[in-house]
Structure formats: C-alpha cells, structure tokens
C-alpha cells in the first residue's frame, strides 16, 4: 500500500492565526518530506525528516516548524504566515535502505493541503 | 550543482497517439536515479516511472517508458496510446545517489500534457 495521506485538504488562515497540517504514513518509511508547491511550478524542498530527526531544512523561515514525533506522523505548525506562503504543501515518504539503493531516493507523496493566508 | 530541463511548457495530443517528453540535465556525479512524476489536476504527485543511471536498458511501465541516453544526459517520456487520464503536469527529476543524506530531488519546471478526445 503507498498511500501517504494529508490533512486537512484545504486551509484557510489569517495572519495571526496558528494552525497545523498533518502527513501520516504507514509504508513503514523512515525518511518524510514537506514541500511548498506555487501554481505550474515543482515542489521546492522544505524539510526532510530521518529516522524522526530533522536532517535538512532549506533555510525556511521560522514561522514554519515542523514535528516528526513518530514514523509514521509528520506536522508542519504554522504561525504568522504571510500571504505569499499561500500555497499547495506536499508531503511525501521514502524508505529507509542502503545508499545508493533507489528505495532510499524514491519518494512517494501524499494530495496535498492547499493552504490559503488571508 | 545538478540541473534538470523540460524544454516543452506545453504539449497536446489526441487520444489514441503518441507523445514525447523531453528532459536534459547536467551533473557531474556519476551514480544518480532519474524519475517522471505526474501531477494531475487533483494535483497529487504520482511516480510514473524510474531509471538507474548504471542501467543502461531503459526502463519501461505498461504504456509508459524511457528513452535514457547517458552520455547525453537525455531522459525523455515516451507514452503510448495515450488516454484522458494522462492530462496531467509531467516533472522530470533527478537525484544524487552518493550523498550521505535522504535524496534532495531536483525537479525540472515541468510539462503540462493534455490529451484531447
């Protein structure tokens, strides 16, 4: 089963407001992903997660945090989001194997939360 | 750095033919994967089809298959009969296999393929 799942589908938030999108997994992948995807573009890495422990993050700003309390559960808690985050939010999961080994690289994503800051 | 290229915005087709996809990228790694997402209208990515770079036959997935010349650095899509279903944004990507770290995708700027009846 490769079904990373998202919630919630759609997300519509002020400014000051504080709220959090949910990716869960059940692949048994120990490698997660957030992406940020505008309109007709590719999905530019934000976060990725090994093993419950943050291994990249591509300088995003702090007002998006993201949380792996287990392997299977990924969060991304925003707070003080401006409106040009408006945006799709992917998440997407890959396996733990050898390096080198496709597994580890191939990653498969979940629908997505499109997310709207007013 | 790696770079990865789709050089067709846009592309149609009618239902039933042929169409190609075609993507570039540069690198000078050695050991990579190259993959084709789809990402239809309900937007959520799905993986088409992958391709080892030490592989030299290409790879194919049913209707779906590849056209991967190395020395090139070429890695075209190739879909037979196509069908209403293929509508979709089509994303090349590529990755480094020889980092220590989970794979970082490069994704070209994508083509968005629609298939006419």
């Known amino acids: 089963d490769t079904e990373v799942t998202q919630t919630p589908k759609h997300l519509v938030m002020g400014m000051t407001n504080k709220k959090s999108l949910k990716c869960e997994q059940h692949m048994g992948h120990r490698a997660m992903y957030w992406y940020k995807q505008k309109a007709k573009k590719p999905p530019e890495l934000m976060f990725v997660?090994?093993?419950?422990?943050?291994?990249i993050n591509e300088s995003v700003p702090s007002r998006f945090s993201p949380e792996c309390p287990n392997s299977s559960l990924l969060n991304l808690h925003l707070h003080a989001l401006q409106p040009e985050d408006s945006a799709l939010y992917l998440c997407?999961?890959?396996?733990?194997?050898?390096?080198?080994?496709?597994?580890?690289?191939?990653?498969?994503f979940g629908p997505g939360t499109r997310l709207t800051v007013t | 750095a790696q770079t990865v290229t789709q050089s067709q915005p846009e592309m149609s087709v009618q239902e039933a033919e042929t169409v190609t996809l075609s993507c570039t990228y540069d690198t000078s790694e050695s050991n990579y994967y190259l993959f084709w997402y789809k990402q239809p209208p309900s937007r959520q990515m799905i993986l088409v089809i992958r391709q080892e770079a030490y592989k030299q036959q290409n790879a194919t997935e049913n209707r779906f298959s590849v056209n991967f010349q190395k020395a090139a650095k070429s890695f075209s899509l190739k879909i037979s009969d196509s069908q209403l279903g293929d509508t979709s944004m089509y994303f090349c990507a590529f990755v480094n296999a020889g980092g220590t770290s989970y794979g970082k995708l490069t994704f070209g700027q994508g083509t968005i393929l629609t298939v006419h009846p």
């Open positions: 997407a999961s890959s396996q733990e194997s050898a390096q080198g080994t496709i597994g580890r690289y191939e990653q498969y």
């Open positions: 997660y090994s093993y419950e422990k943050l291994s």
